[in-house]
Each structure stands twice: as C-alpha cells, then as structure tokens.
C-alpha cells in the first residue's frame, strides 16, 4: 500500500475491510477496500470486476472510483470517502425521529439519479440498500459497493442468481423467476419506506420472511404501502407525505410488472426535482 498511511478500519465483510487511508503526498482522506484474492483464477477475476466497473461510473451520486492494484494475495479499490456515513446508520441514529419530508425527497430524488447512471452503462447493482448508500457533509448521496453488480449484455436481458439483500429484494426472486434492472429499482421502492418509517418493509428474522413471504411478498408489501398512507400525513402534517407514498408505490408497481418492458425509473414529479443541496 505505497503511498498510503492506514488511518483506521471503517468497516468489515465477507469481502475484507475498508480502510480509511490518507494519501502520503496530498494529505487527502480515501476510502480502501481490502479484499482477500482467491486462489482460483476464475475468481480472482470476479473479485476484479468491481473495480473495473467501478472505474466507469463517472457521476456525482456515485462513489468516485480512485485507483486499484494488488498486493500480498489483496485487491485493494481507492474510492472517495463519504464522510457522512451510510444510509444505515443514519436511520439508526434517528432513535425514532422521522426524517424531514424535504430531506427523504431530495435523497430519493439523488439516489434515483445514480442509480439512473448505472442502469444506462447497462450495470445491474444487485444489492442496494440503506448500507450501501453513503452520504457526505455536505449533503451529497452516493451509491456504493459494486461488489455485487453485474453488466448486462443489453437493457432488456436477464439475470437469473442473486446475491442482494433478503428485505431489500423483488418478488420475482422469491419466485425464482429471471430478473432485470427492476429488481434495484423495488429495491430503491424498500430504501424509500425504510426513510419514511424508519423501518425495514418487513421486520422479522430471516427464516421467518423467506417462509412467509416467498409467495405472499408482493401482496403484504401493498398492503404495508396502504397503512402508509393512511398514517403518514398525520405523522408528517404535510402534503408531501402523499408525494413519498407516489413515489414509493409508482416504482414498486412498474418494477413489478410488465416484466419484458425495458426496465427505468418512474418520472413522478418527487423524482424528477432538482436536488437543493
């Protein structure tokens, strides 16, 4: 690691670490990924895969791609370092304070650009949710960790194994039926209600949801959907309140049905306002 001074361990995977490094001749502050290289070629290969695409996605909601090499059996990724945190811990952090319905817009309103951006370089993310969503002082949101992602050959093709999260995941996974670019899209829909509740769409162990909703998911996701907007405007006292539930409901509905249509995000008019910050 020449040329960078390991400051402290931000966080830990089944991947590695991530470092927080300071640049020895700028003083700037990256984040590093250490991530331990198979033995197998086949799979050195995929654990490479996140730089290189990495490296393309060149746009403001993105975690900016620095450099990559390898080392001692590691491959270590330098990206920008969000000094905000994650998504996660921000929620966490809330102890049950609702967030402002201006502030959950303007981050739905800059996730869905990034996430827009990859779609269009025809990469499938696999695994957003509130972890992998980073955020900077100064009021930016960027989309991370593309360990998971995958390019796809075309807009409208397939995938057919997923590795994501189980609550952030479609229906049609749990049917084990091909997936495209919707599937980030619900998955964008699951981060949405998370922001606007504090809560996980479905909060129960995992042995639990997978026997319970592998079927009826999609049903008990509408119906959460509908409590929402029965109890949001009087949480909230504001109008907006019903804007967020537009917006929830129009991606999650798209991004489950008309399964052969090429795969983008609703323009709601929450979607398609300028960030102010």
């Known amino acids: 690691m020449d040329?960078?001074?390991?400051?402290?361990?931000?966080?830990?995977?089944?991947?590695?670490?991530?470092?927080?490094?300071?640049?020895?001749?700028?003083?700037?502050?990256?984040?590093?990924?250490?991530?331990?290289?198979?033995?197998?070629?086949?799979d050195t290969?995929?654990?490479?895969?996140?730089?290189?695409?990495?490296?393309?996605?060149?746009?403001?909601?993105?975690?900016?791609?620095?450099?990559?090499?390898?080392?001692?059996?590691?491959?270590?990724?330098?990206?920008?370092?969000?000094?905000?945190?994650?998504?996660?811990?921000?929620?966490?952090?809330?102890?049950?304070?609702?967030?402002?319905?201006?502030?959950?817009?303007?981050?739905?309103?800059?996730?869905?650009?990034?996430?827009?951006?990859?779609?269009?370089?025809?990469?499938?993310h696999r695994d957003i949710k509130s972890k992998n969503i980073f955020l900077t002082q100064n009021g930016k949101v960027k989309l991370g960790?593309?360990?998971?992602?995958?390019?796809?050959?075309?807009p409208m093709a397939f995938a057919c194994t997923y590795v994501g999260t189980p609550y952030y995941?479609?229906?049609?996974?749990?049917?084990?039926?091909?997936?495209?670019?919707?599937?980030?899209?619900?998955?964008?829909?699951?981060?949405?209600?998370?922001?606007?509740?504090?809560?996980?769409p479905v909060s129960m162990s995992l042995d639990e949801f997978i026997i319970k909703f592998s079927f009826f998911f999609f049903f008990f996701f509408f119906f959460c959907l509908f409590a929402i907007s029965w109890a949001a405007p009087t949480a909230y006292g504001d109008s907006q309140a019903r804007g967020l539930i537009g917006a929830i409901a129009a991606n999650l509905r798209q991004s489950h049905s008309n399964t052969g249509s090429e795969p983008r995000l609703q323009p709601t008019p929450q979607l398609t306002a300028t960030p102010d910050r």
């Open 169 to 200: 995941v479609p229906p049609e996974i749990w049917e084990n039926l091909p997936y495209n670019n919707k599937s980030d899209i619900w998955s964008l829909g699951c981060i949405l209600y998370e922001l606007c509740t504090l809560k996980h």
């Open 3 to 42: 040329g960078y001074r390991v400051l402290r361990e931000i966080g830990q995977g089944s991947f590695g670490r991530a470092l927080l490094v300071q640049q020895e001749d700028s003083n700037r502050m990256f984040a590093m990924k250490e991530i331990r290289l198979p033995k197998s070629h086949s």
């Open 45 to 124: 290969q995929k654990s490479r895969k996140e730089a290189v695409l990495l490296a393309k996605m060149k746009h403001p909601n993105i975690v900016a791609f620095k450099e990559s090499f390898e080392a001692e059996g590691h491959l270590y990724i330098v990206m920008e370092y969000c000094d905000g945190g994650d998504l996660m811990q921000k929620i966490k952090h809330q102890k049950g304070k609702l967030f402002p319905e201006d502030m959950i817009l303007n981050w739905f309103t800059q996730m869905c650009l990034g996430v827009n951006h990859i779609h269009k370089k025809r990469v499938l």
């Open 145 to 154: 960790d593309f360990g998971s992602a995958r390019l796809l050959s075309n």
